[in-house]
């Protein structure tokens, strides 16, 4: 990392591109991805060519700011122990005395906030494929997934890809029961989407009738 210490939170490019370069200079940068967020800064850079998503977080004495960074990292390093796909995946970490950064890969495709979520959340294929996601996530360790539109990428074949995983949890020996109790919760949101889908299609026929 260089020793340039740019403003965190400001929106102004310069800095955006110089906290970039502070973590790699081999990075560039292109978009700020989140622009209202509050501990993290998530910009899309480019790397030799390549879009990757950079995740950079000012050390801190701030323990939730600590906590939700490293639920991501263990994640992604369990996406890519159990090589999952549909996921974002791990590209290079860095850490020093000020910043701690993720590198991760970039999905291809269109955020579900930018289209009609209301419509989405509705449509019992969009369901079906949330469930496949969640189920592969389980399967893998994975839960806590924390549905936000912005966190699912849709591709031009209607491929769903999570790109965010700083609220999942990983099952390990010490936290058994609640990733049990998160894969519940999970499990939960996607029956309440699957109930609503089908009340709004009986709706639906009743007023087509």
């Known amino acids: 990392m260089s020793d340039v210490t740019p403003a965190f939170f400001s929106k102004e490019k310069q800095d955006l591109d110089a906290i970039t370069r502070r973590i790699d200079p081999s990075l560039k940068f292109i978009q700020d991805l989140h622009p209202d967020a509050t501990s993290c800064r998530t910009l899309l850079v480019d790397q030799n060519g390549e879009k990757r998503i950079l995740k950079v977080r000012r050390i801190s004495q701030n323990m939730w700011d600590d906590t939700y960074f490293h639920f991501e990292i263990d994640a992604l390093r369990r996406v890519d122990e159990r090589k999952l796909n549909n996921v974002t995946h791990i590209v290079k970490y860095y850490k020093d005395d000020e910043y701690e950064a993720v590198l ?52 031009e074949d209607g491929e769903l890809t999570l790109v965010d995983l700083s609220t999942c949890i990983v099952n390990t020996s010490y936290g058994v029961q609640r990733y049990a109790q998160e894969m519940k919760d999970d499990s939960n949101f996607i029956t309440r989407l699957e109930r609503r889908a089908r009340r709004a299609a009986r709706r639906a026929k009743k007023s087509a009738a």
């Open 104 to 155: 991760k890969t970039y999905a291809q495709g269109t955020p579900c906030n930018r289209m009609d979520i209301d419509k989405l959340l509705l449509d019992p294929d969009f369901i079906k494929r949330l469930d496949a996601l969640y189920l592969k996530l389980h399967l893998a360790g994975i839960a806590k997934i924390n549905f936000l539109p912005r966190k699912i990428v849709i591709s």
